[in-house]
């Protein structure tokens, strides 16, 4: 089982491109997330799932959209990228509440 | 209300000496406490979780403390090893799916 793949694992953005970070899990988890992490910071929930056509905000949702089609997958969209959303995303994922999470490896991006 | 404190923001322990990383919470609310240990380039791992109706939880040299009435939950790290040097993260979910993290504690095992 690969768990929580997220792609790229790197990626430079100019101010004001867009771009979409791609979260796939194989263990059939109703449950997805996307956090930031930064330094000082901890992680920061940014959207989250509880299941295929259900998203809902958290934390720090300004500057990016989500959608849910499957439940497999769990996309992160930048419309417009913006210097403040250099950061490291994690993606993780979890069966149901009160469980663990399984993260992925994270995204790293800069946006110049 | 939502917030999860967590201290100290490093920590350096020799080798064979016991690590303690401490969180405090306000939202009564809060029912699911795990902690998570990160390595450099790694994304999150649970390490060990508790809920509120159980004082201590052990598993091997990792345990979590759990004081409910003073809203703090602690993790020891019994004999430390080089290779628990890490960055570890408490936790605390809500009756929603929500978790709110703390800011980490980077741990370092001297040799």
């Known amino acids: 089982n690969a768990g929580v793949t997220q792609t790229p694992k790197f990626q430079v953005l100019k101010t004001g491109q867009s771009m979409t970070l791609q979260c796939a899990q194989d263990?059939?988890?109703?449950?997805m997330s996307w956090y930031r992490q930064d330094p000082g910071m901890g992680l920061r929930l940014i959207h989250y799932?509880?299941?295929?056509?259900?998203?809902d905000q958290g934390e720090v949702p300004n500057g990016y959209n989500v959608s849910r089609s499957t439940t497999e997958d769990f996309p992160l969209r930048l419309l417009s990228a913006a210097p403040s959303q250099t950061s490291v995303y994690f993606c993780?994922?979890?069966?149901?509440?009160?469980?663990?999470?399984?993260f992925g490896d994270g995204t790293r991006l800069s946006i110049l | 209300q939502q917030q999860v404190k967590q201290s100290p923001q490093s920590l350096i322990v020799q080798k064979g000496g016991i690590s303690i990383i401490n969180c405090a919470y306000e939202?009564?609310?809060?029912?699911?406490f795990p902690w998570y240990q990160q390595f450099p380039g790694k994304g999150p791992a649970l390490l060990i979780a508790?809920?509120?109706?159980?004082s201590e939880k052990k598993e091997g040299r990792f345990t979590i403390s759990f004081n409910k009435s003073a809203k703090q939950f602690s993790l020891h790290i019994m004999d430390s090893q080089p290779g628990d040097s890490a960055t570890y993260f408490c936790?605390?979910?809500?009756?929603?799916?929500?978790?709110?993290f703390g800011t980490g504690t980077r741990l370092k095992v001297l040799a």
């Open positions: 263990m059939n988890h109703e449950y």
């Open positions: 799932s509880v299941g295929a056509g259900i998203t």
């Open positions: 936790a605390a979910q809500t009756g929603t799916y929500k978790y709110i």
């Open positions: 939202n009564t609310a809060f029912d699911y």
């Open positions: 508790i809920r509120p109706d159980v």
């Open positions: 993780a994922s979890s069966y149901f509440r009160g469980q663990p999470q399984h």
